[in-house]
Antibody, heavy 119, light 111 residues
Framework: EVQLVQSGAEVKKPGESLKISCKDS????????IGWVRQMPGKGLEWMGI????????RYSPSFQGQVTISADKSINTAYLQWSSLKASDTAMYYC????????????WGQGTLVTVSS | QSVLTQPPSASGTPGQRVTISCSGS????????VNWYQQLPGTAPKLLIY???QRPSGVPDRFSGSKSGTSASLAISGLQSEDEADYYC????????????FGTGTKVTVL
């Protein structure tokens, strides 16, 4: 059974950097796209972007372009989401999920990483 | 900002049928397939319907999806208490160089 396991909850201060991870337990990590989804407290789901670990082809939502960086290391089956300077408005749950571009067909999902940014 | 619009809430008694609508446009639902997700309280979303009307293995046939033009619908027949959750539609949007978009979400309450 394919599983995506995300890194643990983080508490950071505004202006700090952060990189969270999503490890794929499957054997075909390089052949599937991995996406990231944000869910702010009490709010809905937002599509952030996707990456193809095989060649690092990355697509971003215009809303998140320039605000975050999506990357992957296929040698350890892990995708990443990172910020260079966090803001309080980045406080949210972040999910990774396997799914291709051209459709929002995400399955399976990681368990989520809660990021809290507070001074 | 979501470009797919759903009603904020829906409700029904056990055994009833509940329908959730998802309204989009020609750049998303009008030309791409729709998927639906169920998010139980405190958990990650789960794929419920893909390619407009297909159920993944393990999803009860009480859940069904349909699409017409720039709108889609999710129906839950024989509503059960464990169906109380948030439901989201999703589709690819071909505008702005292409991106995924989710619906605004619908909270289903079992009375």
């Amino acid at each position: 059974e394919v599983q995506l396991v995300q890194s643990g909850a983080e508490v950071k201060k505004p202006g700090e950097s952060l990189k969270i991870s999503c490890k794929d337990s499957g054997y075909s990590f390089s052949t599937y796209w991995i996406g990231w989804v944000r869910q702010m407290p009490g709010k809905g789901l937002e599509w952030m972007g996707i990456i193809f670990p095989g060649d690092s082809d990355t697509r971003y939502s215009p809303s998140f372009q320039g605000q975050v960086t999506i990357s992957a290391d296929k040698s350890i089956n892990t995708a990443y989401l990172q910020w260079s300077s966090l803001k309080a408005s980045d406080t949210a749950m972040y999910y990774c999920a396997r799914g291709p571009p051209g459709t929002v067909w995400f399955d399976p999902w990681g368990q989520g990483t809660l990021v809290t940014v507070s001074s | 900002q979501s470009v797919l619009t759903q009603p904020p809430s829906a409700s029904g008694t056990p055994g009833q049928r509940v329908t959730i609508s998802c309204s989009g446009s020609s750049s998303n639902i009008g030309r791409n397939t729709v998927n639906w997700y169920q998010q139980l309280p405190g958990t990650a979303p789960k794929l419920l319907i893909y390619s407009n009307n297909q159920r993944p293995s393990g999803v009860p046939d009480r859940f069904s999806g349909s699409k017409s033009g720039t709108s889609a619908s999710l129906a839950i027949s024989g509503l059960q208490s464990e169906d109380e959750a948030d439901y989201y539609c999703a589709a690819w949007d071909d505008s702005l160089n292409g991106r995924g978009v989710f619906g605004t979400g619908t909270k289903v309450t079992v009375l």
